[in-house]
């Protein structure tokens, strides 16, 4: 994976504190306040974005973490010219996203889960040509790429069908097609993979790491997937409440909010209660998973291969999805 | 590299049209999104043509109602046979498919779908969708009218009398008042951007337009202080000079200035649309997004 | 027992319209929107009436206040239409696309009539109002006598549009919902619904035909008027009756047959 390569010394993306508030109208119930609200609206300032900052390296693929409401989708926003921030800095390849420039929008791409470029009533082909002439495509290189990635995605006998018979899934393929037809240096992924079944997140998934790859291109991505995010990111950036939890490596992640390691254990007599050493997880087909602190996982594994007739033993970091749910619990205090 | 990733042009040459073709590329933009219209417009065309029919009810009922005092009054109302009625109202339903536009009530919607935000994210401004999709649209609508006019006409035996300038000054009026009509309702329906409940003034803007655009009546039948009206206002180029010039017998100076006026509200649309536009969009980018 | 059976559909009317009466109340902006559209809906028709009188004393034998009568009954039904059908068979459309009638088909009442009244757009009782209060002034304006028997008569023949209106609409929804959208068929549908402004007379034969039996504009707003105007003939009410209870049992009938097939398809 490149990461920071020839422009590591300018960020691809650049963000200083941001800042982005929202006027919320504060309703209380009852006919009288509704009545006054008629005349006099009060309202209550909600910071959805509160001071963050990073940067970016050109080819870098960062995965941008947090749960709902937590400032991810205003963050890509604002990084892709739709909100304008209330204070701080944003830059995206020298440009101040904001002013919406037609450099700058032919640079980058942002795909969002409603998003429908493509014409519903039409075969995705006659979009693809409508998106070359607004992008103003140099026409044999709009077909190589096109041509490249109906490949790649298998796409052959999709893109020929009107838009409306094809799946959710193949709709989510073609559409992905259409956001990168012009080659975007930077990408904005909001929740590209959501709702479709495993095989068509690996499919996606991989075509986003081959474009990055071949084009090294920028990949800011939000997705619900940790799947997404392991197989993609060696980057995180976590967000909660508006503010930055954590930004570093993905694998580090675990181990600064999350003290515990899992240990699997199948006997070979079947299941047992081994609540002595550890909080038991789950306990299915023989198998226990146990939670223990970092620091007794291996005197913990030893004492079960010695008092019981282990089958099988692993020690694990404990899953991504739980790790993410100890960063969100822990609130916006930060790392304890 | 110096001057930072902004400039780059080396970088983009290989993937986009130089912008040496900037004037090509605006022709094959408007050719290409004609040709999507003119595809979607196929995919419906059957519904498409119900629904065309159907909008014959409201001048047909004009029709009858102004043909039945004309033959009351012993022929004439207003200086109109029953003919030149006839004339006026089978027009009438071209110019109607000509005013059809993106509608002011599109626009909330565009915004809750999240439509507006994908149009944004696209290096183009987005009226030039609205203005060529339409037209690629109408471009297969004219031809559609063609046997729904020859019904009418031999229904309604309307009195034509028409010039060869009349049909070229109409063929280019008829588009005149499609473009005046898109501005007028673009800018009003940027109202969306602030309310949900701008109902009311689209009524209003509808009733006024109605009334002095030509559309419930021939202005001729206006009284005399309402044409003056409608004189200053630019609904009358959108519907009643199209029509006027083809069967009115206008001289040629009032054909031309007709046409003069035309590109003189496209010019104040096309300022307005931009400075709305562009408070707007100020005010989405602030809370929508 | 047989009388309350026929009550229901109204009992059912009534206890919707309360619960839509409660809602609404909450957005009363959505009531001063209604009474300004309402006002420039008859300053429209004032304005074209005011023109047409401009130019002549009478049309096609209608004096200036009976045709006012006209576009009192017009706005009524118009009203009525808003405030009742029209919603009720736009939801109906809307469900039997997405298949969500089942919910209503569980339902212990009888389907066809908890389609027909449970969406009651209260606002447009404004327009039903103005109506009303147009059909006064004009009849005052007409002077001479009006009795208790007119107003009877009237009352008869404004439910009996009413009902063929109705069934106009069922089987339109029930029927060409795979063919046409749902917002075409209701801009068409008040499209065609404007001739009612005028007395169906002044149309040419084929059209006073189509406007009487195909979408009947004529029986909803021409026969009432005529009741009105003192112009109403036995014969003719005797149509709009016979012509309203077989279309209500052809819509019955149909509204079955439907049925029958919207179970088998989503089955």
Known sequence: MPIASANASQPAIHVADLLKTFNVPVREAGLKAAVQSLVHRETREVRAVDNIGFDIGAGEIVGFLGPNGAGKTTTLKMLSGLLYPTSGEALVLGHVPSKRESAFLRRITMVMGNRNQLQWDLPALDSYELIRAIYRLEPGAFRTTRDEFIELLDLAGLVNKPVRNLSLGERMKVEIVGALLHRPQVLFLDEPTIGLDVTMQKRIRSFIADYNQRYGATVLLTSHYMADVQALCRRVVVIHHGKILYDGELARLGAQFDATKTIGVTLKDGEGDLSAYGEVISSEDGRVTLRVSRADAPEVATRLLRDLAVADLTIEDPPIEDVIERVFASGSEGPP | ?289 | MAGREVLRPIVLAGRFFRIGALNELQYRANFAIQVFQSAIALGTGLAVLALVFSQTTELNGWSEPELLVVMGVHILMGGVIGMVIQPNMVRLMEDIRRGSLDFILTKPDDAQVLVSVRDIQIWQAVDGLTGAIVIVVAVAQLGGAFGLGQALLFGLAFVLGGLTIYCFWLILTVGAFWVVRIDQIVELFEGVYQSGRWPVTIYPGWLQVSLTFLVPIAFAVTVPAQALTGRLTPGTLALAAGFAIALMAFTRWWWRFGLRRYSGASA
């Open chain 2, 1 to 289: 590299m110096t001057g930072g990733l902004a400039g780059e042009p080396e970088l983009d040459r290989d993937r986009f049209v130089p912008r040496a073709g900037l004037i090509r590329g605006w022709v094959d933009l408007y050719l290409t999104m004609f040709r999507v219209a003119i595809l979607n417009n196929i995919q419906y065309r059957v519904a498409n043509y119900f629904y065309m029919i159907g909008m014959i009810a409201e001048p047909v009922i004009y029709l009858v109602v102004w043909s039945t005092i004309a033959r009351q009054q012993g022929g004439a109302v207003g200086g109109l046979t029953s003919g030149q009625l006839a004339a006026y109202y089978i027009v009438w339903t071209l110019v109607r498919q000509m005013n059809i536009v993106f509608t002011v009530y599109g626009w909330d919607e565009r915004i809750r779908q999240g439509e507006l935000s994908a149009m944004l994210l696209q290096p183009l401004f987005p009226i030039h969708w609205d203005i060529a999709f339409l037209a690629g649209w109408k471009l297969v609508t004219i031809v559609m009218w063609l046997p729904i006019a020859v019904v009418l006409t031999l229904v309604f035996s309307p009195a034509l009398n028409i010039r060869v300038i009349d049909v070229a000054v109409f063929a280019v009026a008829i588009w005149g008042a499609y473009l005046v009509r898109t501005m007028l309702y673009w800018i009003l329906g940027m109202a969306s951007f602030w309310t949900t409940r701008a109902g009311p003034l689209f009524q209003l803007m509808f009733t006024a337009e109605l009334l002095l655009s030509g559309r419930l009546v021939p202005l001729s039948l206006l009284p005399d202080w309402a044409q003056r009206l409608a004189d200053v206002l630019p609904f009358k180029w959108t519907f009643g000079y199209p029509i006027d010039a083809l069967i009115g017998q206008l001289p040629a100076g009032e054909l031309i200035g007709g046409l003069a006026m035309q590109l003189l509200w496209i010019v104040v649309g096309v300022i307005g649309v931009r400075i709305v536009w562009r408070i707007a969009i100020r005010h989405y980018s602030a809370v929508n997004g």
